[in-house]
Structures are given as structure tokens and as C-alpha cells.
């Protein structure tokens, strides 16, 4: 989880990263308070836990949407004479075949979204 807070000094945003899920065990590894160092102007201040908040990592989503992108097509060429071959059939495996990277797709950012409203919540 990446959580986002303004430097104090600056007013630019330090990110931090955590594996903790909710700010109750952040709270419980660091206290109420987290010291960071800002990168712009390398201030160092300590941050109340209540202010930090967390937003979607985007690196998931673009993995999702890639695995969404090479698949889908992907797919499309394995089956094509499948396809062909089998009609009426082949249309309705085509259909699945092409919902489940966009099932992925949809399950990987939906997870992500919930992640960050459960740790905003906290
Ligand atoms: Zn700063």
C-alpha cells in the first residue's frame, strides 16, 4: 500500500510505502506518529498516522489492464479456426475466453479500490 501525506516544509508529497492494511497496524509497528523525510526539500518531520492516506497503486492496475491487453488477443488467434470450425459454438467460447482477462481485470482493480477505502476508513 502506498500512502500519501504532505511535507510540512514544502508542501509536496511524500509517499510511503507499507504491508500493512489498515491504520490501526500501523499504528501498532509505529505508534501514532511516523517520522519521513521529504525528497523535494529532504525535511524530516513526524507525521500523525490519522493524516496519511492511501490511494490505488497504479502499477497493479497497469498489469491488469496489460494481462487484459496481450491476452485478449492472444486468445482471439488461438481459437480463431476453433471458431471457425465449430460456428454457433465457437462463438460462445470466444465469449468466455474473452471475459476471463477482463474478469481479471475488473477482480484485480476492484480489490485494489476496496484495499484503499478499508486502510481510508481505518
Ligand atoms: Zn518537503
Avoid at 13 to 28: F, G, P
Avoid at 36 to 64: F, P, Q, V
Wanted: include cysteine; aromatic fraction near 12%; charge should be positive.
Amino acid at each position: 500500500m502506498r500512502l500519501y501525506v504532505k511535507c510540512v516544509h514544502c508542501k509536496n508529497e511524500i509517499v510511503y510505502k507499507t504491508n500493512a492494511s489498515t491504520r490501526v497496524e500501523l499504528k501498532m509497528i509505529h505508534g501514532k506518529s511516523l517520522e519521513l523525510k521529504c525528497k523535494t526539500c529532504g525535511s524530516k518531520a513526524h507525521y500523525l498516522i490519522d493524516k496519511l492516506e492511501a490511494r490505488e497503486n497504479k502499477t497493479i492496475l497497469s498489469i491488469a489492464l496489460l494481462i487484459f491487453m496481450i491476452f485478449t488477443p492472444l486468445i482471439m488467434i488461438l481459437f480463431w479456426r476453433l471458431i471457425w470450425i465449430s460456428g454457433l459454438g465457437g462463438v460462445l467460447w470466444l465469449t468466455i475466453f474473452i471475459s476471463i482477462p477482463s474478469y481479471i481485470y475488473i477482480i484485480l482493480n476492484k480489490n485494489e479500490q476496496n484495499r484503499v477505502k478499508f486502510f481510508n476508513r481505518s
